[in-house]
């Protein structure tokens, strides 16, 4: 079995306007193919699409707007998750030697579907995530004596990080202050705790051992993969827990042979505030009990260990573009080529992506 | 590397009700697993849902209303060959080692999107599948000097074939006669040439080799994948032609060490009657000049080695499903299964489909 790298990247700026997503993609995969030494494009083999949008075969789209025509190409959707999920389906053809090298390009508009879960009849007429984001927060708050400023603290810091970050969509400060006294809309919950959808697009290049020597001069190694599944319904979940994300990333960490504190630098999926506490305990970083005041320490030092790139929260989240952006960010920590964001002597960092209020969680260990 | 297995199927009936599609998954994939032998839901690693319907996270619903938590849950759209595109996925996950045990279930309604096109410009206002089935059969006629009674005859032929088929959208006998009279809908097409839109689901179960023993005493293997785009729009196609399947297919018979004449059953796409003629000559199973002869050889000597459960034109086509249903002839098949259906002494069998006007295909080869 091949070994399998990350061999190039692109993306687009996340913005609110209602873009065409087929130009969308061909800027990230343009963008991401550029990226790359001596590419002949006969050799991609591959092309998956990761999106929420109802339009049909965008995989022999870009093929062919791209001027590839590959053996496998389709569309894959999992909410959330979409872009990861196409980054280790994409690593699965190339390890099991179905395919040598896979364009992986995520795309959403700012006016995607997939926010609201129609099945979820447990969730009542909640079904907005801004509900489960808000009794998740509660829960925190109650179990865990979480404060109001721990949790401001996730969003300023993200926001803060952001600034650096050339394809967020937000570019603009927020203070701790700030975030508390912006809008109000359910009890435990401001505007500025949630992730905003947009419209954006990323692309990455996957390759064989073989073809990645060719093709980059940092190329940076899958070395861990975990996924996991408990249901669909929102209400299955233990509120304090995000057992999806525990259980995925133990495989991650057995199948990389690492453990958490190894990690140098780590993406996390913060659709609200309280998912990056949440998560980076779930990751074993910290606990739930000291997550607020690891946060708060990473932000006073000016430590970017979590979220570089301004999270979900400050980089925007266009669903199927999220992952495949987060995997991006921690591909240019492990290059030493993340500028302004950059994390010293990073050789390890992790994916933590997750769908359906945490339902479902994917996690991926990169290494250099 | 692992080998990988199908040890058990599952199928609903094909019908024009316009089904709930979460009820037909359900379905298909009970009857799927309740065909293996001492199954434990918990070996279950990966749920694929391969269909053109808008719903989304459809992988981590039928995981819940199964009872299963898998690693792996998402969609996979590619128009009509989403459900191919989902088995060579779940192979690909099971041969890399990150998983064991796959189920795939494939879907649609019979008011499904994905027949029409929106983003290939190049059709003009032709945008429905029906123009370009109708320019393939001109071509055909024309340079191959093909009858209207050869390309009735495929519809004949796949209509008797259906009726052994239970689950088949039509149980009805069709003469030679009756589709040649049948409605006209274009110059070249009538009525009964064209494969119908229907409402249904089936359901596959791959596993690796080590669990595939205990789980079916007659696992079936897929030892040939190949896959190809050439293009997403139609008038990139030349007429006489599907590209795509010819390259496909070799890169199958390479993989499965075989040649045409080793195969003694197969599955082929017929859209409309042309599509079949074209099928059987791409796969290296006879040429297009011979095609109608070779056809009406077997219709005459009732010989069901082509389309043996009806095809798309006698069994429907709920996109989605096709490509799983046409993977559970050939591995009824090569069990011995298949009743009446029945091929005798098949050993190796071929399953070809295609998207967009043949502008993709996806080919397996399976053996017992």
Chains 1, 2 share one sequence.
């Not at 993306?11 to 790359?36: G, P, R, V």
């Not at 304090?240 to 259980?247: D, L, W």
């Not at 573009?321 to 960010?329: F, P, R, Y």
């Amino acid at each position: 079995m091949s070994k399998v790298a990350i061999v190039g990247t692109g993306q687009t700026k996340f913005s609110k306007d209602d873009d065409n997503i087929e130009k969308l993609l061909f800027e990230s995969a343009s963008n991401c193919l550029q990226s790359t030494n001596n590419l002949d494009l006969n050799n991609i083999d591959g092309v998956l699409v990761s999106t929420n949008n109802n339009s049909k075969y965008l995989g022999a789209i870009l093929s062919e707007t791209m001027g590839i025509q590959p053996k496998i190409s389709h569309s894959i959707e999992h909410l959330c998750s979409s872009g990861t999920n196409a980054i280790i389906s994409a690593y699965a053809y190339i390890s099991s030697g179905l395919s040598d090298m896979v364009l992986v390009s995520g795309v959403e508009s700012a006016t995607n579907p997939g926010q609201v879960l129609e099945w979820d009849k447990s969730r009542g007429i909640l079904e907005h995530p801004i509900y489960w984001g808000s009794m998740l927060t509660k829960s925190h708050k109650r179990k865990f004596q979480t404060t109001e400023e721990e949790l401001a603290i996730v969003s300023a810091k993200n926001h803060k990080q952001a600034i650096d970050n050339p394809f967020a969509y937000s570019n603009e400060p927020r203070t701790i202050s700030e975030v508390m006294n912006s809008k109000q809309i359910t009890d435990d919950l401001r505007i500025l705790d949630c992730s905003r959808s947009c419209s954006g697009s990323s692309s990455i290049l996957l390759a064989s051992e073989e073809k990645a020597k060719t093709l980059s001069d940092q190329p940076i190694w899958i070395t861990g993969i975990g996924q996991k599944t408990t249901s669909a319904s929102f209400t299955k979940n233990i509120l304090e827990e995000i057992e999806s994300t525990r259980i995925a990333v133990n495989s991650a960490y057995k199948m990389a042979k690492i453990e958490p504190k190894n990690i140098d630098v780590v993406e996390v999926h913060d659709a609200f505030s309280v998912c990056e506490l949440m998560a980076v305990s779930e990751l074993g970083i910290t606990s739930n009990e000291k997550s607020g005041e690891f946060i708060r320490n990473l932000f006073n030092t000016e430590n970017r260990m979590v979220n570089p790139r301004g999270g979900l929260i400050g980089a925007g989240h266009p669903l199927g573009a999220t992952g495949i952006s987060q995997t991006i960010e921690i591909t240019n920590q492990l290059q030493g080529k993340a500028n302004k964001r950059q994390i010293s002597n990073a050789t390890t960092g992790l994916i933590h992506n997750m769908s359906a209020a945490g339902t479902s969680s994917s996690i991926m260990v990169l290494k250099n």
